[in-house]
């Protein structure tokens, strides 16, 4: 049990998908403006992440592997994504009409984010078993959303303060973001 816990707190401090690999800086940057808005395409990418982690550690494992079509990884896993991310976006549209709305473009390109693919493919590559897979993707997911939702805070704080003309817009954010990276590096003692 302890290397599960070691390996939800490597995915989501250590290594942080966003700030330590940067992957998925794209919906990161983009949603990251208003609180509600991050924590719900945090939650949808966590949904996503842990569902295709498994789903691909079972493909792989069952089939690909077995069959010698190791080739095939990423293009399955890209189609497993496909299906996940369509699948939360079609009952958020149902059943949570205003989340949809809020998250716009961002939440069909989950299925293009980086950082979904990238842990199904790391999963594979450190051999992880089905319930290893599930922790890492839920961890890497946690990370992210944690990261999106700290970012937003500080865009909603900054919102609210005089910031040099040069510095406003995409400049400030990104400054935020390599503070927030700075800082997450001094979680590297504990894994």
């Known amino acids: ?89 079609m009952y958020l549209k149902k059943n949570a009409h205003a989340i949809y709305q809020s998250l716009g473009i961002y939440l069909p390109l989950i299925t293009t984010n980086c950082a979904v693919l990238g842990v199904a493919l790391t999963n594979v590559q450190n051999g992880y078993n089905l319930l290893q897979s599930i922790f890492a993707g839920f961890g890497t997911a946690l990370g992210y959303t944690i990261a999106i939702v700290l970012l937003a805070e500080v865009r909603e704080h900054l919102d609210e303060e005089a910031i040099p003309a040069p510095f406003r817009g995409a400049p400030i954010v990104l400054l935020c973001a390599t503070l927030m990276a700075m800082a997450f590096m001094g979680f590297s003692g504990l894994a």
Do not use: H, R
Request: net charge positive.
């Open 1 to 89: 049990m302890s290397s599960l816990i070691l390996i939800i707190v490597t995915t989501a401090l250590v290594n942080n998908v966003v700030l330590s690999q940067f992957l998925g800086i794209c919906s990161f940057l983009g949603v990251s403006s208003q609180k509600k808005a991050s924590l719900s395409l945090g939650l949808a990418v966590m949904a996503v992440l842990t569902v295709s982690s498994a789903v691909a550690n079972l493909l792989y494992t069952y089939v690909l592997a077995p069959l010698g079509m190791d080739y095939l990884k990423t293009i399955v896993f890209i189609l497993v994504i496909a299906a996940l991310v369509q699948m939360v976006e």
